[in-house]
């Protein structure tokens, strides 16, 4: 299994500016995973991150937007760039520990932009 | 892109009567997975499944899948209060990259 922490847990922040979200695994892993979940809504795939190269992002995504770090196997970071009220949401971060088809989120960080 | 496409979004439901959720996926995938999510929490895996005909029971819900249909089931039996919350089905792709379905707002009301 794999336990996943996130920081931080939740933040109001100003329009305008960036925040970045911090996902520590307890174990080494290829792939880590970034989701956000708009209000009321279900799970989107903003991008793939593996340790070593640059992110993949799905459509309706952009690395200028959501910059991605993934310095080693363990540690990623997602920031939330030049944030509107439309960026409101839970993002959470996600890993497959490889040795089972099970797939672990984290606990989630909720941003209020304002 | 793979699509999921999750019905009821609303399901009102008296404690003891059963009900299904459908998961209707649109390209071929191995991978169908259930997960419970309440309010302000993250997600709870409750099923995992890997092959066609794949069926798994635990508690008062039951999930199958069958492939050829793209089709995916949680079968809820004498529902209970505890059970309310939003369930969620999810597809994944030989990548591990996630597509959820819109989710299914469960209330089981006494």
């Known amino acids: 299994s794999a336990v996943i922490s996130q920081k931080p847990s939740r933040d109001i922040c100003q329009r305008g500016t960036s925040l970045t979200i911090q996902c520590q695994v307890d174990s080494q892993v290829t792939m880590m995973f970034w989701y956000r979940q708009q209000p009321g809504q279900s799970l989107t795939l903003i991008a793939t991150a593996n340790q070593g190269s640059e992110a993949t992002y799905e459509s309706g995504f952009v690395i200028d937007k959501f910059p991605i770090s993934r310095p080693n196997l363990t540690f990623s970071t997602l920031t939330v760039s030049n944030m509107s009220p439309e960026d409101s949401s839970i993002y959470l971060c996600?890993?497959?520990?490889?040795?089972?088809?099970?797939?672990?989120f984290g606990p989630g960080t909720r941003l209020t932009v304002t | 892109e793979l699509k999921v496409e999750q019905n009821p979004l609303f399901l009102s439901m008296q404690e003891g009567k059963n009900y299904t959720i459908y998961c209707n996926y649109s390209t071929t995938s191995d991978r169908l997975y259930w997960y419970r999510q309440d309010p302000g929490k993250s997600l709870e895996s409750l099923f995992v499944?890997?092959?066609?005909?794949a069926v798994k029971q635990e508690g008062r819900l039951m999930a199958s899948l069958d492939t050829k249909a793209r089709l995916s089931t949680l079968h809820i039996t004498a529902a209970v209060h505890d059970l309310s919350a939003t369930y969620f089905c999810a597809v994944a792709n030989t990548g591990n990259q996630f597509y959820f379905g819109t989710g299914t707002s469960l209330t089981v009301i006494p």
């Open positions: 996600s890993v497959n520990d490889g040795s089972s088809y099970e797939q672990y």
């Open positions: 499944l890997l092959s066609n005909g």
